[in-house]
Nanobody, 127 residues
Framework: QAQLVESGGGLVQAGGSLRLSCAASGLTFSTYAMGWFRQAPGKEREFVAAISWNGGYTNYADSVKGRFTISRDNAKNTVYLQMNSLKPEDTAVYYC????????????????????WGQGTQVTVSS
């Protein structure tokens, strides 16, 4: 059974950095596109970033472009989200997810295209 486990969340001051990790098991990780989504209190879950199965294609929400970087290590079955220049509006629960979408698909930002989800990790950015 597929399992995704996020880690690395926490409390950080505005302008600081965090690196989230998502460890996958129970699936052929190297064949899945991976994505990060987030959900703030009272808001809908939103797309943050995605990466293709081989890391050759990435996609970001406009709100995080230039500040966040998604990467993956298929040998370790892990996807990462490096978050720099954090802002209070980045405060949310961050989820990783796995999708069978092919390379470069336009559907990477759609949560309904992801088959497996982690339990989430809290990121809080103080002003």
């Amino acid at each position: 059974q597929a399992q995704l486990v996020e880690s690395g969340g926490g409390l950080v001051q505005a302008g600081g950095s965090l690196r989230l990790s998502c460890a996958a098991s129970g699936l052929t990780f190297s064949t899945y596109a991976m994505g990060w989504f987030r959900q703030a209190p009272g808001k809908e879950r939103e797309f943050v970033a995605a990466i293709s199965w081989n890391g050759g294609y990435t996609n970001y929400a406009d709100s995080v472009k230039g500040r966040f970087t998604i990467s993956r290590d298929n040998a370790k079955n892990t996807v990462y989200l490096q978050m720099n220049s954090l802002k209070p509006e980045d405060t949310a629960v961050y989820y990783c997810a796995a999708s069978p979408l092919p390379y470069g698909s336009s559907g990477y930002s759609r949560s309904d295209k992801y088959a497996y989800w982690g339990q989430g990790t809290q990121v809080t950015v103080s002003s």
